[in-house]
């Protein structure tokens, strides 16, 4: 299975300092940031073509689950891309919590909306392009 990352964008709207998490990803107990690789940087703050990034990218296995990192309100769906060829791995949602809002991509959610306990599944790390095999 393709080791793959959940991207979490935080300071959407608030600060994050004082944030605890809870675990992120099944496989993943201390909330790993993946480091450099051919893709880039995961850390908050790394420079990225023509932008600073603005989130963490926590290591997680393709398929593995996604539980809630403490209580929050889902708000909606969120998707990391525009490009129609990328509909795939266009899986999201934008959540608010902990006095933060903010986005989880390559996750394929359960629900889109509603309140979601710590520890509960929100989804599977979807990373995966199925394209090259249709």
């Known amino acids: 299975m393709r080791e793959g990352l959940i991207?979490?964008?935080?300071?959407?709207?608030?600060?994050?300092?004082?944030?605890?998490?809870?675990?992120?990803?099944?496989?993943?107990?201390?909330?790993?940031i993946r480091g450099s690789d051919k893709w880039g940087v995961?850390?908050?703050?790394?420079r990225r073509t023509g932008h600073t990034h603005n989130g963490v990218d926590i290591v997680c296995q393709d398929g593995a689950t996604v539980y809630a990192p403490f209580d929050l309100t889902i708000e909606r769906r969120a998707?990391?891309?525009?490009?129609?060829?990328?509909?795939?791995?266009?899986?999201?949602?934008?959540?608010?919590g902990q006095g933060v809002c903010?986005?989880?991509?390559?996750v394929a959610?359960?629900?889109?909306?509603?309140?979601?306990a710590a520890g509960q599944r929100l989804g599977l790390c979807d990373q995966s392009d199925p394209t090259p095999y249709l």
């Open 7 to 32: 991207l979490v964008l935080l300071a959407m709207l608030g600060v994050c300092d004082g944030v605890t998490f809870g675990q992120l990803c099944s496989g993943n107990p201390t909330n790993r």
């Open 79 to 96: 998707r990391p891309y525009t490009d129609p060829k990328k509909a795939a791995i266009n899986n999201g949602i934008l959540a608010r």
């Open 109 to 116: 959610p359960v629900k889109v909306s509603g309140s979601v």
């Open 102 to 106: 903010f986005k989880l991509f390559y």
């Open 42 to 46: 995961g850390h908050h703050g790394a």
